[in-house]
């Protein structure tokens, strides 16, 4: 599988961005797609995650009833929506595929079941 995403830039605090990640090749083993950050200094955080066959999702609080992610209908790319958009938001947000993994929140934020990567698109809120 392969993962490519888009979407970055600057926006103003309170704004709104959408990142696309693209999936190409094996796309019919993916069961999870996810979106990761990292800001400059921190380790690499899960934002939000989707089930690949059921759709269902989850998000970390920090982003909860802000940010949202869904995937197209041919199922062959993530977005992440995301909305009221503060300095705390700045990264370079990552998009991950998994394949063979439940969909199981302690296993799903950590990077360790993802196969594959996409480059990282990066973010910047000007307060």
């Known amino acids: 599988v392969q993962l490519q995403a888009s979407g970055g830039g600057l926006v103003q605090a309170g704004g709104s961005l959408s990142l696309s990640c693209a999936a190409s090749?094996?796309?019919?083993?993916?069961?999870?797609m996810s979106w990761f950050r990292q800001a400059p200094g921190k380790e690499r955080a899960f934002v939000a995650a989707?089930?690949?066959?059921?759709?269902?999702?989850n998000y970390a609080d920090s982003v909860k009833g802000r940010f949202t992610i869904s995937e197209d209908n041919a199922r062959t790319a993530v977005i992440l929506q995301m909305n009221s958009l503060n300095p705390d938001d700045a990264a370079v947000y990552y998009c991950?595929?998994?394949?063979?993994?439940?969909?199981?929140?302690?296993?799903?934020?950590?990077?360790?079941?993802?196969?594959?990567w996409g480059q990282g698109t990066q973010v910047t809120v000007s307060s």
């Open positions: 989707i089930g690949w066959t059921g759709g269902t999702t």
């Open positions: 090749g094996r796309t019919d083993n993916i069961r999870i």
């Open positions: 991950a595929a998994a394949t063979g993994v439940a969909f199981v929140r302690q296993l799903y934020t950590r990077e360790t079941p993802y196969c594959c």
